[in-house]
């Protein structure tokens, strides 16, 4: 018994030290899936103003320049992993332009297609 005793502050140090460096990790595993989720928020929310942009007006519905809109339409291929959404978005502008009476429209059609190509590549 009295072996028993002699070892017994020992344990409580290694308890403690066991449960702070549990409460550490279980801390910092918290901390990363909260950072994770942000970031992912925040890609998405990029995402969707680029679709905005690439529709051709902002997110406050205010018309944009064609060059923005191009540039828009190009950026999109940076979300790959919004492939399953980009697509249908960019092929429904690509019906919408339809028989376009602004030449400049051709450089619209070039993004969309090669951007719609990148895409379904994944």
């Known amino acids: 018994m009295d072996e028993a005793l002699k070892y017994l502050p020992l344990v409580t140090v290694c308890v403690t ?3 702070a460096s ?6 910092l595993l918290k901390w990363i899936a909260q950072r994770k989720t942000e970031q992912e928020q ?3 929310e990029a995402f969707h103003r680029m679709v905005c ?6 997110e406050t519905g205010r018309v944009i ?7 828009a339409i190009y950026q999109l291929q940076a979300y790959k992993q919004y492939a ?5 978005v960019l092929q429904q502008l690509r019906f919408e332009l ?3 009476t602004d030449p400049r429209a051709d450089y619209i059609e070039t993004a969309l297609n090669n951007t719609i ?3 379904s590549e994944l």
């Open 42 to 44: 925040r890609q998405y």
């Open 84 to 88: 399953f959404a980009a697509i249908p």
């Open 65 to 71: 320049k064609m060059a923005q809109q191009v540039a």
């Open 17 to 19: 030290v066991i449960g």
């Open 98 to 100: 339809g028989a376009p």
């Open 22 to 27: 549990a409460t550490f990790l279980v801390g």
């Open 53 to 58: 942009i690439a529709s051709g007006v902002d």
């Open 117 to 119: 190509k990148a895409l």
